[in-house]
Protein backbone atom coordinates (compact mmCIF):
# COMPACT_ATOMS: atom_id res chain seq x y z
CA UNK A 1 0.00 0.00 0.00
CA UNK A 2 1.08 3.95 -0.49
CA UNK A 3 1.42 6.36 1.76
CA UNK A 4 1.12 10.01 0.95
CA UNK A 5 2.75 12.63 3.79
CA UNK A 6 2.13 16.35 3.62
CA UNK A 7 3.29 19.45 5.75
CA UNK A 8 1.79 22.87 6.15
CA UNK A 9 4.70 24.84 7.37
CA UNK A 10 7.11 27.03 5.86
CA UNK A 11 8.83 24.75 2.69
CA UNK A 12 5.58 23.25 2.81
CA UNK A 13 4.38 20.64 0.45
CA UNK A 14 3.54 16.83 -0.33
CA UNK A 15 5.17 13.18 -1.26
CA UNK A 16 4.53 9.75 -1.69
CA UNK A 17 6.08 6.62 -1.14
CA UNK A 18 5.44 2.89 -2.24
CA UNK A 19 7.22 0.06 -4.14
CA UNK A 20 7.63 2.34 -6.82
CA UNK A 21 9.76 5.03 -5.40
CA UNK A 22 9.31 8.74 -4.29
CA UNK A 23 7.58 11.70 -5.80
CA UNK A 24 7.83 15.05 -3.92
CA UNK A 25 5.88 17.92 -4.54
CA UNK A 26 7.73 21.13 -3.25
CA UNK A 27 4.73 23.86 -2.65
CA UNK A 28 7.40 26.87 -3.24
CA UNK A 29 8.63 25.70 -6.84
CA UNK A 30 4.54 25.12 -7.73
CA UNK A 31 3.54 28.55 -6.36
CA UNK A 32 6.80 30.31 -7.22
CA UNK A 33 6.79 31.70 -3.30
CA UNK A 34 9.95 31.57 -1.22
CA UNK A 35 9.35 29.19 1.62
CA UNK A 36 5.51 28.86 1.45
CA UNK A 37 3.54 27.98 3.96
CA UNK A 38 -0.30 26.44 4.37
CA UNK A 39 -1.49 29.96 5.44
CA UNK A 40 -0.37 31.67 2.10
CA UNK A 41 -3.24 32.60 -0.81
CA UNK A 42 -3.67 30.20 -3.11
CA UNK A 43 -2.28 27.05 -0.98
CA UNK A 44 -5.74 25.76 -0.18
CA UNK A 45 -6.63 25.85 -3.72
CA UNK A 46 -3.61 23.75 -4.81
CA UNK A 47 -3.08 21.21 -2.29
CA UNK A 48 -5.98 19.02 -3.04
CA UNK A 49 -4.60 18.81 -6.67
CA UNK A 50 -1.16 17.51 -5.20
CA UNK A 51 -3.05 14.86 -3.17
CA UNK A 52 -4.88 13.66 -6.22
CA UNK A 53 -1.40 13.99 -8.61
CA UNK A 54 0.09 11.63 -6.16
CA UNK A 55 -3.04 9.56 -5.63
CA UNK A 56 -2.41 8.71 -9.37
CA UNK A 57 1.12 7.97 -8.90
CA UNK A 58 1.08 5.59 -6.57
CA UNK A 59 1.70 2.27 -7.92
CA UNK A 60 -0.87 0.80 -5.03
CA UNK A 61 -3.91 1.97 -3.09
CA UNK A 62 -3.19 4.95 -1.04
CA UNK A 63 -4.33 3.70 2.37
CA UNK A 64 -2.22 6.03 5.23
CA UNK A 65 -2.09 9.80 4.82
CA UNK A 66 0.44 11.18 7.52
CA UNK A 67 0.52 15.05 8.64
CA UNK A 68 2.60 16.89 10.44
CA UNK A 69 2.33 18.09 13.42
CA UNK A 70 2.67 22.05 12.26
CA UNK A 71 -0.73 24.62 12.03
CA UNK A 72 -1.49 28.11 11.88
CA UNK A 73 -5.14 29.24 12.69
CA UNK A 74 -5.55 30.67 8.78
CA UNK A 75 -4.43 27.59 7.13
CA UNK A 76 -7.67 26.68 6.00
CA UNK A 77 -6.68 22.77 4.77
CA UNK A 78 -5.99 21.41 8.53
CA UNK A 79 -7.14 18.64 9.91
CA UNK A 80 -9.42 19.56 12.60
CA UNK A 81 -8.07 16.85 14.74
CA UNK A 82 -4.59 18.39 14.20
CA UNK A 83 -5.36 21.57 15.71
CA UNK A 84 -6.96 19.92 18.50
CA UNK A 85 -3.95 18.25 19.16
CA UNK A 86 -1.64 20.30 19.11
CA UNK A 87 -3.67 23.38 20.64
CA UNK A 88 -3.98 20.64 23.53
CA UNK A 89 0.12 20.05 23.27
CA UNK A 90 2.68 21.75 21.58
CA UNK A 91 5.23 19.09 21.95
CA UNK A 92 2.29 15.86 22.65
CA UNK A 93 4.59 15.73 26.41
CA UNK A 94 4.07 11.84 26.74
CA UNK A 95 2.47 11.10 30.03
CA UNK A 96 2.14 8.22 32.45
CA UNK A 97 5.15 7.26 32.15
CA UNK A 98 4.69 5.61 28.57
CA UNK A 99 7.98 8.11 27.54
CA UNK A 100 8.81 9.57 23.94
CA UNK A 101 8.44 6.88 21.82
CA UNK A 102 4.83 6.82 22.50
CA UNK A 103 4.76 10.90 21.56
CA UNK A 104 6.00 11.02 18.51
CA UNK A 105 2.98 9.69 16.13
CA UNK A 106 -0.91 9.33 16.81
CA UNK A 107 -3.70 8.53 14.87
CA UNK A 108 -6.10 11.25 14.31
CA UNK A 109 -9.76 11.30 13.17
CA UNK A 110 -9.81 12.44 9.05
CA UNK A 111 -13.72 14.05 9.96
CA UNK A 112 -13.94 16.92 8.21
CA UNK A 113 -10.96 17.59 6.74
CA UNK A 114 -11.30 18.63 3.46
CA UNK A 115 -8.57 17.02 1.66
CA UNK A 116 -9.72 13.44 2.79
CA UNK A 117 -12.78 13.39 1.05
CA UNK A 118 -11.22 12.42 -1.90
CA UNK A 119 -9.09 10.07 -0.51
CA UNK A 120 -11.35 7.31 0.38
CA UNK A 121 -10.69 4.79 3.80
CA UNK A 122 -7.41 6.18 4.79
CA UNK A 123 -5.55 6.17 8.12
CA UNK A 124 -4.67 9.43 9.16
CA UNK A 125 -1.92 10.33 11.22
CA UNK A 126 -0.10 13.30 13.10
CA UNK A 127 3.55 13.11 12.70
CA UNK A 128 6.11 15.03 14.96
CA UNK A 129 8.10 17.34 13.37
CA UNK A 130 11.25 16.36 14.18
CA UNK A 131 10.47 12.51 14.34
CA UNK A 132 9.53 13.13 10.91
CA UNK A 133 13.11 14.72 9.62
CA UNK A 134 14.74 11.80 11.75
CA UNK A 135 12.34 9.22 9.63
CA UNK A 136 13.52 11.05 6.44
CA UNK A 137 17.79 10.73 7.36
CA UNK A 138 17.33 7.19 8.18
CA UNK A 139 14.78 5.50 5.99
CA UNK A 140 16.47 7.63 2.89
CA UNK A 141 20.54 6.46 3.81
CA UNK A 142 20.87 3.19 3.05
CA UNK A 143 22.05 2.18 6.66
CA UNK A 144 20.63 -0.55 8.52
CA UNK A 145 22.03 0.49 11.18
CA UNK A 146 22.34 4.68 12.40
CA UNK A 147 22.58 7.28 15.16
CA UNK A 148 20.12 9.59 14.03
CA UNK A 149 20.26 13.17 14.53
CA UNK A 150 17.66 16.53 13.75
CA UNK A 151 18.44 19.61 15.34
CA UNK A 152 16.92 23.26 14.02
CA UNK A 153 15.75 26.53 15.01
CA UNK A 154 12.23 25.29 16.38
CA UNK A 155 9.70 22.49 14.81
CA UNK A 156 7.01 22.67 16.93
CA UNK A 157 7.02 25.31 19.67
CA UNK A 158 9.55 24.74 22.03
CA UNK A 159 11.25 21.68 20.94
CA UNK A 160 14.82 22.35 18.85
CA UNK A 161 15.57 18.49 17.99
CA UNK A 162 16.08 14.60 18.53
CA UNK A 163 18.30 11.97 18.55
CA UNK A 164 16.47 8.31 16.87
CA UNK A 165 18.44 5.22 17.00
CA UNK A 166 17.39 3.64 13.69
CA UNK A 167 17.49 -0.81 13.72
CA UNK A 168 16.47 -2.14 11.03
CA UNK A 169 12.47 -1.16 10.29
CA UNK A 170 12.29 0.23 13.57
CA UNK A 171 13.28 4.18 14.80
CA UNK A 172 13.27 4.49 18.36
CA UNK A 173 13.58 8.10 19.99
CA UNK A 174 15.45 8.42 22.90
CA UNK A 175 16.24 12.10 23.20
CA UNK A 176 13.99 15.23 22.51
CA UNK A 177 15.96 18.78 22.46
CA UNK A 178 14.29 22.13 23.50
CA UNK A 179 15.45 25.88 22.87
CA UNK A 180 14.54 26.62 26.70
CA UNK A 181 17.68 24.51 27.43
CA UNK A 182 19.18 24.53 24.27
CA UNK A 183 20.85 23.72 21.83
CA UNK A 184 19.85 26.62 20.31
CA UNK A 185 22.15 26.77 17.11
CA UNK A 186 19.17 27.00 15.14
CA UNK A 187 17.36 29.97 16.58
CA UNK A 188 20.56 31.85 17.37
CA UNK A 189 21.64 31.65 13.68
CA UNK A 190 18.37 32.65 12.17
CA UNK A 191 18.37 35.57 14.94
CA UNK A 192 21.67 37.12 13.51
CA UNK A 193 20.61 36.03 9.85
CA UNK A 194 17.54 38.17 10.10
CA UNK A 195 19.63 41.39 11.73
CA UNK A 196 22.51 41.10 8.68
CA UNK A 197 20.70 39.83 5.94
CA UNK A 198 16.92 41.08 6.99
CA UNK A 199 15.10 37.66 6.97
CA UNK A 200 15.66 34.30 9.27
CA UNK A 201 15.81 32.15 5.71
CA UNK A 202 18.93 33.91 5.47
CA UNK A 203 21.04 31.30 6.88
CA UNK A 204 22.82 30.38 3.40
CA UNK A 205 23.73 33.49 3.40
CA UNK A 206 25.14 34.33 6.17
CA UNK A 207 27.18 30.37 6.29
CA UNK A 208 28.30 32.52 2.73
CA UNK A 209 29.82 35.74 5.49
CA UNK A 210 31.16 33.63 7.73
CA UNK A 211 34.55 32.89 5.38
CA UNK A 212 35.08 36.72 5.03
CA UNK A 213 35.28 37.40 8.87
CA UNK A 214 37.41 36.61 11.48
CA UNK A 215 36.23 34.72 14.74
CA UNK A 216 36.87 36.78 17.75
CA UNK A 217 38.24 35.16 21.11
CA UNK A 218 36.80 37.62 23.33
CA UNK A 219 33.20 37.12 21.75
CA UNK A 220 33.45 33.29 21.62
CA UNK A 221 32.66 32.32 25.04
CA UNK A 222 29.48 34.49 25.04
CA UNK A 223 28.07 33.35 21.92
CA UNK A 224 28.72 29.69 22.66
CA UNK A 225 26.96 30.41 26.47
CA UNK A 226 23.78 31.96 24.01
CA UNK A 227 23.99 28.59 22.31
CA UNK A 228 23.85 26.88 25.09
CA UNK A 229 23.83 28.42 28.76
CA UNK A 230 25.88 26.83 31.69
CA UNK A 231 23.43 24.96 33.51
CA UNK A 232 22.72 22.68 30.52
CA UNK A 233 26.02 22.26 29.98
CA UNK A 234 27.11 21.85 33.88
CA UNK A 235 23.98 19.24 33.92
CA UNK A 236 25.38 16.64 30.79
CA UNK A 237 29.17 17.38 30.65
CA UNK A 238 29.71 14.86 28.18
CA UNK A 239 26.98 16.27 25.75
CA UNK A 240 28.33 19.63 25.95
CA UNK A 241 31.55 21.25 27.34
CA UNK A 242 31.23 23.74 30.17
CA UNK A 243 33.23 27.17 29.88
CA UNK A 244 35.25 29.13 31.61
CA UNK A 245 33.46 31.39 33.76
CA UNK A 246 36.53 34.23 33.52
CA UNK A 247 35.45 34.47 29.71
CA UNK A 248 31.99 35.50 30.81
CA UNK A 249 32.15 37.34 34.08
CA UNK A 250 31.31 40.85 33.35
CA UNK A 251 29.61 40.31 30.11
CA UNK A 252 26.44 41.32 28.84
CA UNK A 253 23.76 41.69 25.90
CA UNK A 254 21.96 44.63 25.15
CA UNK A 255 18.09 44.57 23.74
CA UNK A 256 16.49 47.79 23.08
CA UNK A 257 18.49 49.50 25.13
CA UNK A 258 18.26 47.50 28.01
CA UNK A 259 21.34 45.24 29.36
CA UNK A 260 21.34 41.58 30.80
CA UNK A 261 24.38 40.81 32.54
CA UNK A 262 25.68 37.06 32.40
CA UNK A 263 23.52 35.71 35.25
CA UNK A 264 26.17 32.90 36.54
CA UNK A 265 23.30 30.79 38.24
CA UNK A 266 21.80 29.93 34.80
CA UNK A 267 24.60 30.17 33.11
CA UNK A 268 23.17 32.54 30.16
CA UNK A 269 21.63 36.29 29.27
CA UNK A 270 17.80 36.16 28.54
CA UNK A 271 17.45 32.71 30.36
CA UNK A 272 16.84 33.97 33.94
CA UNK A 273 13.75 36.47 32.85
CA UNK A 274 12.28 33.56 30.48
CA UNK A 275 12.14 31.27 33.38
CA UNK A 276 8.45 31.34 33.75
CA UNK A 277 7.57 32.50 30.26
CA UNK A 278 5.98 30.31 27.39
CA UNK A 279 7.47 28.60 25.06
CA UNK A 280 6.54 31.00 22.17
CA UNK A 281 8.29 33.59 24.17
CA UNK A 282 11.63 32.13 24.48
CA UNK A 283 11.48 30.63 20.69
CA UNK A 284 10.89 34.86 19.85
CA UNK A 285 13.53 35.81 22.35
CA UNK A 286 16.16 33.80 20.90
CA UNK A 287 15.67 34.01 17.11
CA UNK A 288 13.88 36.92 16.40
CA UNK A 289 15.74 39.07 17.72
CA UNK A 290 19.40 39.38 18.05
CA UNK A 291 21.63 41.69 20.65
CA UNK A 292 22.04 45.25 18.97
CA UNK A 293 24.81 44.83 21.37
CA UNK A 294 27.22 42.82 23.35
CA UNK A 295 29.93 43.67 26.20
CA UNK A 296 32.69 40.83 26.22
CA UNK A 297 34.23 39.98 29.59
CA UNK A 298 37.45 42.02 28.76
CA UNK A 299 34.76 45.59 28.70
CA UNK A 300 34.59 45.47 25.23
CA UNK A 301 31.52 46.86 23.97
CA UNK A 302 30.45 45.56 20.25
CA UNK A 303 27.95 47.18 18.65
CA UNK A 304 26.26 44.78 16.22
CA UNK A 305 25.23 46.07 13.08
CA UNK A 306 22.56 45.62 10.17
CA UNK A 307 25.13 45.26 6.85
CA UNK A 308 27.21 42.25 5.39
CA UNK A 309 29.17 45.33 4.55
CA UNK A 310 30.23 45.96 8.06
CA UNK A 311 32.92 44.14 9.22
CA UNK A 312 32.14 43.43 13.10
CA UNK A 313 29.22 41.63 11.42
CA UNK A 314 31.65 39.45 9.18
CA UNK A 315 33.73 38.90 12.20
CA UNK A 316 30.77 38.26 14.50
CA UNK A 317 29.26 35.33 11.87
CA UNK A 318 32.64 34.11 11.80
CA UNK A 319 32.72 33.71 15.58
CA UNK A 320 29.13 32.29 15.82
CA UNK A 321 30.36 29.87 13.18
CA UNK A 322 33.04 28.45 15.25
CA UNK A 323 30.60 28.22 18.41
CA UNK A 324 28.44 26.22 16.26
CA UNK A 325 31.22 23.69 14.77
CA UNK A 326 32.77 23.18 18.57
CA UNK A 327 29.34 22.54 20.39
CA UNK A 328 27.68 20.58 17.65
CA UNK A 329 30.82 18.55 17.09
CA UNK A 330 30.71 18.13 20.64
CA UNK A 331 26.88 17.16 21.03
CA UNK A 332 26.99 14.72 18.48
CA UNK A 333 29.91 12.80 19.61
CA UNK A 334 28.92 12.72 23.31
CA UNK A 335 25.62 11.50 21.77
CA UNK A 336 27.47 8.43 19.81
CA UNK A 337 29.34 7.45 23.28
CA UNK A 338 26.59 7.15 24.82
CA UNK A 339 25.22 4.67 22.14
CA UNK A 340 28.07 3.32 20.94
CA UNK A 341 27.51 0.80 18.64
CA UNK A 342 26.11 2.94 16.47
CA UNK A 343 28.67 4.21 13.93
CA UNK A 344 26.61 6.09 11.19
CA UNK A 345 25.36 9.46 11.52
CA UNK A 346 22.12 10.39 9.93
CA UNK A 347 21.30 14.07 10.12
CA UNK A 348 18.84 16.23 9.35
CA UNK A 349 16.52 19.77 10.27
CA UNK A 350 17.47 23.00 8.89
CA UNK A 351 20.88 22.81 10.79
CA UNK A 352 22.13 20.49 8.35
CA UNK A 353 21.93 23.00 5.69
CA UNK A 354 25.35 24.29 7.51
CA UNK A 355 28.27 22.56 5.22
CA UNK A 356 30.94 23.63 6.90
CA UNK A 357 29.94 22.08 10.11
CA UNK A 358 28.94 18.96 8.60
CA UNK A 359 32.02 18.52 7.25
CA UNK A 360 33.65 18.81 11.00
CA UNK A 361 30.88 16.22 12.06
CA UNK A 362 33.02 14.16 9.56
CA UNK A 363 36.65 14.44 9.97
CA UNK A 364 35.94 14.28 14.34
CA UNK A 365 36.55 10.60 13.82
CA UNK A 366 33.36 9.25 15.54
CA UNK A 367 31.73 8.26 12.61
CA UNK A 368 32.21 5.77 10.01
CA UNK A 369 29.70 7.57 7.49
CA UNK A 370 27.62 11.27 7.97
CA UNK A 371 24.65 10.65 5.81
CA UNK A 372 22.53 13.89 5.05
CA UNK A 373 19.09 13.99 2.63
CA UNK A 374 18.87 16.40 -0.21
CA UNK A 375 15.80 17.93 1.43
CA UNK A 376 17.59 17.79 4.83
CA UNK A 377 15.37 21.00 5.92
CA UNK A 378 11.71 21.21 6.07
CA UNK A 379 11.14 21.01 2.10
CA UNK A 380 11.57 17.02 3.07
CA UNK A 381 9.52 16.69 6.18
CA UNK A 382 6.34 15.55 4.08
CA UNK A 383 8.55 12.68 2.84
CA UNK A 384 9.60 12.33 6.27
CA UNK A 385 6.20 12.09 7.78
CA UNK A 386 5.15 9.55 4.96
CA UNK A 387 8.39 7.62 5.90
CA UNK A 388 7.51 7.40 9.63
CA UNK A 389 3.89 6.12 9.15
CA UNK A 390 5.04 3.90 6.50
CA UNK A 391 4.21 0.17 6.12
CA UNK A 392 8.22 -1.13 5.23
CA UNK A 393 7.58 -1.88 2.04
CA UNK A 394 6.20 1.03 1.11
CA UNK A 395 10.02 2.00 1.76
CA UNK A 396 12.04 2.47 -1.37
CA UNK A 397 15.29 0.26 -0.11
CA UNK A 398 18.70 2.37 -1.09
CA UNK A 399 21.74 0.36 -1.48
CA UNK A 400 24.30 2.82 0.16
CA UNK A 401 25.75 5.58 -2.44
CA UNK A 402 24.76 3.85 -5.68
CA UNK A 403 21.11 5.14 -4.38
CA UNK A 404 21.04 8.37 -3.03
CA UNK A 405 19.74 10.33 -6.62
CA UNK A 406 16.06 8.25 -5.86
CA UNK A 407 15.61 11.05 -3.25
CA UNK A 408 17.76 13.80 -4.60
CA UNK A 409 15.92 13.66 -8.17
CA UNK A 410 12.45 12.86 -6.68
CA UNK A 411 11.00 15.82 -7.78
CA UNK A 412 9.15 17.60 -10.51
CA UNK A 413 9.47 17.09 -14.36
CA UNK A 414 10.15 20.14 -15.68
CA UNK A 415 6.84 21.72 -16.91
CA UNK A 416 6.17 23.49 -20.30
CA UNK A 417 6.76 20.52 -22.45
CA UNK A 418 4.79 17.81 -23.41
CA UNK A 419 5.63 13.86 -20.95
CA UNK A 420 7.70 12.37 -24.32
CA UNK A 421 9.09 16.14 -25.44
CA UNK A 422 9.56 16.52 -28.75
CA UNK A 423 11.54 14.09 -30.58
CA UNK A 424 15.26 14.35 -31.68
CA UNK A 425 16.15 15.88 -34.35
CA UNK A 426 12.84 16.96 -35.29
CA UNK A 427 11.81 19.99 -35.57
CA UNK A 428 8.30 19.44 -36.52
CA UNK A 429 7.75 17.39 -33.32
CA UNK A 430 8.39 20.77 -31.54
CA UNK A 431 6.34 22.53 -33.82
CA UNK A 432 3.52 20.68 -32.80
CA UNK A 433 4.03 21.18 -28.66
CA UNK A 434 3.88 25.04 -29.90
CA UNK A 435 7.63 24.94 -29.05
CA UNK A 436 9.11 26.33 -32.14
CA UNK A 437 6.05 29.36 -32.40
CA UNK A 438 6.96 30.20 -29.03
CA UNK A 439 11.14 30.54 -29.32
CA UNK A 440 10.32 32.23 -32.52
CA UNK A 441 8.53 35.31 -30.83
CA UNK A 442 11.11 35.52 -28.54
CA UNK A 443 13.59 35.77 -31.21
CA UNK A 444 15.07 32.35 -30.44
CA UNK A 445 15.69 29.18 -31.99
CA UNK A 446 16.09 25.87 -31.36
CA UNK A 447 19.27 23.15 -32.20
CA UNK A 448 18.68 19.35 -31.78
CA UNK A 449 22.17 17.13 -31.84
CA UNK A 450 21.85 13.74 -33.64
CA UNK A 451 23.09 11.60 -30.89
CA UNK A 452 24.55 12.20 -26.88
CA UNK A 453 27.94 12.12 -28.47
CA UNK A 454 27.11 15.74 -30.69
CA UNK A 455 24.71 17.14 -27.76
CA UNK A 456 27.92 16.93 -25.17
CA UNK A 457 30.42 17.80 -27.44
CA UNK A 458 28.44 21.08 -28.24
CA UNK A 459 27.34 22.18 -24.62
CA UNK A 460 31.02 21.47 -23.83
CA UNK A 461 32.11 23.56 -26.59
CA UNK A 462 30.07 26.62 -25.79
CA UNK A 463 31.13 26.36 -21.97
CA UNK A 464 34.78 26.47 -23.41
CA UNK A 465 33.97 29.61 -25.17
CA UNK A 466 32.76 31.42 -21.83
CA UNK A 467 29.27 30.77 -22.11
CA UNK A 468 26.60 29.74 -19.15
CA UNK A 469 24.04 27.42 -19.89
CA UNK A 470 21.19 26.51 -18.15
CA UNK A 471 20.59 22.66 -17.55
CA UNK A 472 17.73 21.04 -17.31
CA UNK A 473 16.93 17.32 -16.75
CA UNK A 474 14.87 14.78 -15.35
CA UNK A 475 12.77 15.20 -12.23
CA UNK A 476 14.13 18.39 -10.05
CA UNK A 477 16.25 18.48 -7.15
CA UNK A 478 14.83 17.81 -3.68
CA UNK A 479 15.60 20.53 -1.17
CA UNK A 480 17.47 23.89 -1.52
CA UNK A 481 20.33 22.89 -3.59
CA UNK A 482 20.77 22.65 -7.43
CA UNK A 483 22.54 19.22 -7.76
CA UNK A 484 22.71 19.12 -12.19
CA UNK A 485 19.29 19.02 -12.93
CA UNK A 486 18.38 22.53 -12.44
CA UNK A 487 21.73 23.96 -12.98
CA UNK A 488 23.01 27.11 -14.41
CA UNK A 489 26.78 25.32 -15.82
CA UNK A 490 29.24 27.37 -16.53
CA UNK A 491 33.04 26.75 -17.10
CA UNK A 492 35.53 27.49 -14.22
CA UNK A 493 38.46 27.81 -16.21
CA UNK A 494 38.47 31.80 -16.94
CA UNK A 495 38.55 34.86 -15.21
CA UNK A 496 35.40 35.99 -13.84
CA UNK A 497 33.24 33.13 -14.43
CA UNK A 498 31.96 33.36 -10.80
CA UNK A 499 30.63 37.27 -11.07
CA UNK A 500 29.16 36.53 -14.41
CA UNK A 501 26.57 33.75 -13.13
CA UNK A 502 26.65 34.64 -9.67
CA UNK A 503 26.37 38.53 -9.99
CA UNK A 504 25.70 39.27 -13.41
CA UNK A 505 22.91 36.71 -14.13
CA UNK A 506 21.84 36.22 -10.63
CA UNK A 507 22.44 39.88 -9.20
CA UNK A 508 23.77 37.55 -5.81
CA UNK A 509 25.91 39.32 -3.27
CA UNK A 510 29.81 38.91 -3.34
CA UNK A 511 30.18 37.12 -0.84
CA UNK A 512 28.03 34.16 -1.64
CA UNK A 513 29.77 31.14 -2.79
CA UNK A 514 29.51 28.97 -5.81
CA UNK A 515 29.82 25.09 -6.12
CA UNK A 516 31.92 23.44 -7.93
CA UNK A 517 31.30 20.10 -10.19
CA UNK A 518 33.64 17.69 -10.46
CA UNK A 519 33.81 14.28 -11.83
CA UNK A 520 34.65 11.75 -8.90
CA UNK A 521 37.88 9.92 -10.30
CA UNK A 522 39.24 12.90 -10.34
CA UNK A 523 38.23 14.86 -7.48
CA UNK A 524 41.35 14.34 -5.19
CA UNK A 525 43.66 16.09 -7.86
CA UNK A 526 42.03 19.76 -7.35
CA UNK A 527 40.37 19.32 -3.68
CA UNK A 528 40.90 17.66 -0.53
CA UNK A 529 38.41 16.43 2.64
CA UNK A 530 35.21 14.27 2.83
CA UNK A 531 35.50 13.61 -0.57
CA UNK A 532 33.34 10.86 -0.32
CA UNK A 533 30.42 12.46 1.14
CA UNK A 534 30.39 15.29 -1.92
CA UNK A 535 27.25 14.01 -3.92
CA UNK A 536 25.28 16.15 -3.13
CA UNK A 537 26.84 19.69 -1.61
CA UNK A 538 26.15 19.32 1.58
CA UNK A 539 29.73 19.09 2.81
CA UNK A 540 33.06 21.49 2.78
CA UNK A 541 35.77 20.32 1.11
CA UNK A 542 39.37 21.99 0.70
CA UNK A 543 40.70 23.31 -2.87
CA UNK A 544 44.19 21.96 -2.73
CA UNK A 545 46.70 24.77 -2.88
CA UNK A 546 48.61 23.81 -5.61
CA UNK A 547 45.17 24.11 -7.80
CA UNK A 548 44.16 27.36 -5.97
CA UNK A 549 45.47 29.92 -8.95
CA UNK A 550 43.19 27.13 -11.43
CA UNK A 551 40.07 27.14 -9.19
CA UNK A 552 39.96 30.91 -7.89
CA UNK A 553 36.55 31.28 -9.44
CA UNK A 554 35.14 28.17 -7.85
CA UNK A 555 36.67 27.78 -4.42
CA UNK A 556 35.49 30.34 -1.52
CA UNK A 557 36.69 33.25 -0.13
CA UNK A 558 38.44 31.07 2.96
CA UNK A 559 39.35 28.06 0.38
CA UNK A 560 36.71 25.29 0.72
CA UNK A 561 34.44 24.99 -1.91
CA UNK A 562 30.82 23.18 -1.87
CA UNK A 563 32.03 20.27 -4.06
CA UNK A 564 29.48 17.63 -5.86
CA UNK A 565 30.96 15.23 -7.24
CA UNK A 566 29.38 13.32 -10.27
CA UNK A 567 29.79 9.67 -11.42
CA UNK A 568 28.82 8.45 -14.60
CA UNK A 569 26.53 5.42 -13.40
CA UNK A 570 24.17 8.27 -11.90
CA UNK A 571 24.68 11.60 -13.52
CA UNK A 572 26.15 9.90 -17.15
CA UNK A 573 25.95 13.06 -19.14
CA UNK A 574 26.83 15.49 -16.82
CA UNK A 575 29.51 13.36 -16.06
CA UNK A 576 30.79 13.60 -19.51
CA UNK A 577 30.05 17.33 -19.78
CA UNK A 578 32.99 17.70 -17.19
CA UNK A 579 35.13 15.45 -18.92
CA UNK A 580 34.54 17.05 -22.34
CA UNK A 581 35.08 20.74 -20.93
CA UNK A 582 37.83 19.48 -19.06
CA UNK A 583 39.44 18.15 -22.89
CA UNK A 584 39.36 21.84 -23.83
CA UNK A 585 40.53 23.88 -21.39
CA UNK A 586 42.12 21.21 -19.33
CA UNK A 587 39.80 21.95 -16.20
CA UNK A 588 37.23 19.29 -15.90
CA UNK A 589 35.52 21.32 -13.21
CA UNK A 590 32.03 23.18 -13.58
CA UNK A 591 30.84 25.52 -11.41
CA UNK A 592 27.00 25.09 -10.72
CA UNK A 593 24.52 27.53 -9.11
CA UNK A 594 20.54 27.16 -9.19
CA UNK A 595 18.72 27.79 -12.35
CA UNK A 596 16.56 31.32 -10.93
CA UNK A 597 16.79 34.76 -10.86
CA UNK A 598 17.33 36.50 -7.77
CA UNK A 599 15.21 35.87 -5.03
CA UNK A 600 12.92 33.45 -7.23
CA UNK A 601 12.29 29.82 -6.61
CA UNK A 602 14.75 27.23 -8.43
CA UNK A 603 12.34 27.31 -11.70
CA UNK A 604 10.67 24.39 -13.10
CA UNK A 605 8.96 25.76 -16.20
CA UNK A 606 10.71 26.22 -19.37
CA UNK A 607 8.83 29.18 -20.00
CA UNK A 608 11.11 30.36 -16.81
CA UNK A 609 14.25 29.16 -18.05
CA UNK A 610 13.06 31.03 -21.09
CA UNK A 611 12.23 34.56 -19.43
CA UNK A 612 16.11 34.00 -17.55
CA UNK A 613 17.15 33.58 -21.22
CA UNK A 614 15.73 36.56 -22.48
CA UNK A 615 16.09 38.55 -19.69
CA UNK A 616 19.33 38.13 -18.37
CA UNK A 617 23.06 37.14 -19.97
CA UNK A 618 22.05 33.47 -19.64
CA UNK A 619 23.35 32.44 -23.27
CA UNK A 620 21.70 29.00 -23.62
CA UNK A 621 19.08 26.72 -22.14
CA UNK A 622 19.96 22.71 -22.53
CA UNK A 623 17.78 20.12 -22.62
CA UNK A 624 19.68 16.88 -22.22
CA UNK A 625 16.71 14.30 -22.54
CA UNK A 626 15.82 15.95 -25.83
CA UNK A 627 19.29 16.81 -27.04
CA UNK A 628 18.42 20.66 -27.64
CA UNK A 629 19.77 23.85 -27.13
CA UNK A 630 17.87 26.55 -26.99
CA UNK A 631 19.70 30.04 -27.73
Excluded at 594 to 622: F, H, Q, W, Y
Aim: hydrophobic share 40%; glycine share 10%; with cysteine.
Amino acid sequence: MATIGVHFGHDAGAALTDAGGYRVVEAERRLGLRHVCGGNSGFAREAADWLAELRERAVSPVTRVAVADWYTPVCEVLPPALVELVGEDARWTATGGTGLADAVTRVIKPVGWPLADALGDITLTAVRHHYAHCALAYYTSGARKALVLALDGTGNYAECGMVCLGDGDQLTPVMSFTNRGGPRFGLVYEALARRVHGSQFDTGKLLGLTATGEPDPALLPVLRAMLIPQATRRASPDLYEPLDEAGLTGSALCYAGSWWEYDPVTGGYLDVGLADSSDDDVVHSFGSIFPEAIRTADGRTIVVGTSPEDRGCRDLAATLQAAVERDLTRLATGISRRFPSYSTLCYAGGCALNITANSCLVESGQFTRVSVPTCCDDSGIALGAALAVADPADRPPLAGRSGWAQLAYSGDPLEGLDADGPAAGDLAAAGRTGLRDRLAALGLGARYASDEEEFVRSVAELLAEQKCVAWLEGGMETGPRALGHRSLLVSAHWSGARRYVSQTIKQREWFRPVAPICPEEVADHWFSGPLDHAESMLFAVRVRPEAAERLAEARHIDGTARLQTVRADTQPLLHRLCRAVGDRTGLPVLINTSANGGGRPILNDLDEALELLTGTELDAIVLPEHRLIIA
